[in-house]
């Protein structure tokens, strides 16, 4: 759980950013973005708002260094978007899910992992991991081109996470997903947040950017209308609610009577709380999985993966250096001029070796009924080159001279 110092941190810092389209003649046409200010702080999950057209895209791609300011400034993680260090430390989720259609889920997210570097081992680790986390194990040898949108969110949301990114950005994550996946992405970005990730989500979805975001700023014609916490935007203040066990008739009189004499005010409404919509589905389909009812759709999604935000470098570090060291030894030069070998050595096994061909090439040419395949046209094919040819091959590769050339004829 990250401090309240921590939090105080800067990712993302805009200082009167503007973006303005211009057509072919340089002449300044769409107004995107007009003065935005805003920070975003370590470890808060940070909601940006606003309808079609409202500028949400066009921040993003600033933010990713897809796109420059035309004024203003922007720094991530105090650098600018477009370096590639910072790049790294970002994982991504677009609003469209831009994967190969022929890949599948494992080829995916193997993909998507040598972008970053990680070492075989690690990309095996974390893609079944991942596959696990978002319910697409026993679906991870289809085809990207054969999902559903759903499905595609999933494994887009996975590759997002591939390189445990410190700064994730979430595109409408909910996009196509079912009730059940909507609650599963919302409590993968709640825990996300619990383990230090800041998180920028832009969603059309109000009740998902209410359930677990901590800040929001809503934008419209490009111009950030409001901006703070949850609680100060959301509390209305000149209403008090209370809630109590179920009340009997007698008593609410009795109570709409206190607050007439003692607050010279009514009481507005008396009703049973409601359980919210998607809690109730939520049970329903709870309980139709714990009885074991069959069904061809998502399995349920698995527990978040250890490595995300877990400081699991070291791990990738170690076979990082294990590989690099294999690849030191494999390519450091022999010497030009070996000195006599020397008994075990590896030139005098290599010789041995040698000397056993030898052996055996003689022995198979002299060898009495041994029998031979014969071929179909083996009557109209030249006669093969005796045996000892090879032996005398081997003999010279043993004596350390290279053999003569065919071309050039017998040495004299």
Same mark, same amino acid.
């Given at each position: /759980? ?5 939090? =105080?941190?800067?990712?993302? =810092? ?39 057209? !409202?500028?949400? *895209?066009?921040?993003? %791609?600033?933010l990713l260094g897809l796109l420059y300011p035309t004024k203003g400034r922007i720094a991530v ?22 994967? #190969? ?9 193997? #993909? ?12 095996? %680790? ?9 319910? @697409? ?9 054969? #999902? !559903?949108?759903? /499905? ?17 950005? $979430? &595109?409408?994550?909910? !996009? ?11 409590? @993968? ?7 230090? %990730?800041?998180?920028? $989500?832009?969603?059309? /979805? ?13 934008? #419209? ?8 916490? /949850? ?6 203040t000149d209403r008090t609610q209370f809630i109590t066990d179920r009340l009997s008739h007698a ?5 709409? %009577? ?23 589905? +939520? =049970? ?37 250096? *294990?590989? +690099?060291?294999? *690849?030191? &030894? ?16 590896h030139e005098e096994g290599s010789k041995r070796v040698l000397q056993g061909l030898i052996e ?35 003999? =010279? ?5 290279? *053999?003569? !050339? ?7």
């Amino acid at each position: /759980m990250v401090t309240t110092t921590e939090k =105080q941190i800067a990712v993302v =810092q805009m200082a009167g950013v503007c973006k303005t389209f211009r057509d072919f003649w340089r002449r300044p046409r769409v107004p995107a973005v007009t003065d935005l200010t805003m920070d975003i702080h370590s470890g808060e999950i940070f909601g940006l708002l606003g309808p079609n057209g !409202s500028g949400k *895209s066009t921040t993003i %791609k600033m933010l990713l260094g897809l796109l420059y300011p035309t004024k203003g400034r922007i720094a991530v993680f105090g650098k600018s978007p477009t370096d590639v260090a910072v790049k790294a430390r970002i994982g991504f989720l677009p609003e469209e899910s831009y994967l #190969y259609r022929f890949l599948d889920a494992r080829e995916t997210l193997d #993909y998507f992992g040598r972008l970053f570097h990680l070492p075989p081992l690690v990309r095996g %680790k974390r893609t079944e991991m991942l596959l696990e986390m978002v319910g @697409l194990k026993h679906e991870a040898r289809r085809p990207i081109g054969e #999902y !559903s949108k759903g /499905m595609a969110r999933r494994i887009g949301l996975a590759q997002a996470l591939i390189n445990d990114p410190e700064f994730l950005i $979430l &595109d409408e994550p909910t !996009s196509g997903l079912d009730p059940i996946g909507t609650r599963q992405i919302k409590d @993968l970005i709640r825990e996300l947040g619990k383990r230090g %990730k800041t998180i920028l $989500l832009s969603s059309h /979805m109000l009740a998902d950017v209410e359930d677990v975001c901590d800040r929001v700023t809503i934008l #419209y014609g490009g111009r950030q209308r409001a901006a703070g916490h /949850m609680d100060e935007l959301l509390s209305v203040t000149d209403r008090t609610q209370f809630i109590t066990d179920r009340l009997s008739h007698a008593t609410v009189e009795e109570l709409r %009577k206190l607050v007439r004499r003692l607050e010279n005010k009514d009481i507005l409404d008396v009703s049973a709380p409601r359980t919210r919509l998607e809690d109730f589905f +939520v =049970q329903i389909v709870e309980d139709a999985r714990r009885a074991n009812v069959a069904t061809s759709g998502v399995a349920g999604a698995g527990e978040v993966p250890d490595f995300l935000g877990s400081g699991d470098e070291d791990d990738g570090r170690q076979v990082v250096e *294990s590989l +690099v060291s294999a *690849s030191a &030894d494999r390519l450091a030069p022999a010497p030009v001029a070996p000195a006599a070998a020397k008994p075990g050595s590896h030139e005098e096994g290599s010789k041995r070796v040698l000397q056993g061909l030898i052996e055996a090439s003689d022995s198979r040419a002299t060898a009495p009924g041994v029998p031979r395949p014969v071929q179909a046209d083996e009557t109209a094919r030249p006669a093969p080159p005796p045996l000892n040819a090879d032996a005398d091959v081997l003999e =010279q590769l043993l004596r350390g001279r290279p *053999s003569p !050339s065919r071309e050039d004829g017998p040495k004299p």
